[in-house]
Nanobody, 120 residues
Framework: QVELVESGGGLVQAGRSLRLSCVAS????????MGWYRQAPGNQRDLVAY???????NYSDSVKGRFTVSRDNPKNTVTLQMDSLKPEDTAVYYC??????????????WGQGTQVTVSS
């Protein structure tokens, strides 16, 4: 059984940095895209950044230039380095992977979410 396990997050002052990590545990055949979404109270879940299986990174306009997403394919991990954090970055951050487990079908997987709070 494959699951996404997140780490990182917490409370930080504006202007500081945080780092989120996520690993796809279990027997994974192939990971296609892997990245991060976030959801603030009362809002929908929005894309933050992701890395394709070709290694191309994509960012939402709101984080471009401040956040860096990276991936370690052999370890099935994705990391989000968040710099110059702003109060509006406050949200629950969810790891996402489009993957195919060993012996299974390709589908979307989500982490349990980790809270990021940026104080002004």
């Amino acid at each position: 059984q494959v699951e996404l396990v997140e780490s990182g997050g917490g409370l930080v002052q504006a202007g500081r940095s945080l780092r989120l990590s996520c690993v796809a545990s279990g027997l994974v055949f192939r990971v296609y895209t892997m990245g991060w979404y976030r959801q603030a109270p009362g809002n929908q879940r929005d894309l933050v950044a992701y890395v394709s299986d070709s290694g191309r990174a994509n960012y939402s306009d709101s984080v471009k230039g401040r956040f860096t997403v990276s991936r370690d394919n052999p370890k099935n991990t994705v990391t989000l380095q968040m710099d110059s954090l702003k109060p509006e970055d406050t949200a629950v951050y969810y790891c996402h992977a489009d993957l195919r487990p060993a012996g299974g079908r390709r589908s979307d997987y989500w982490g349990q979410g980790t809270q990021v709070t940026v104080s002004s």
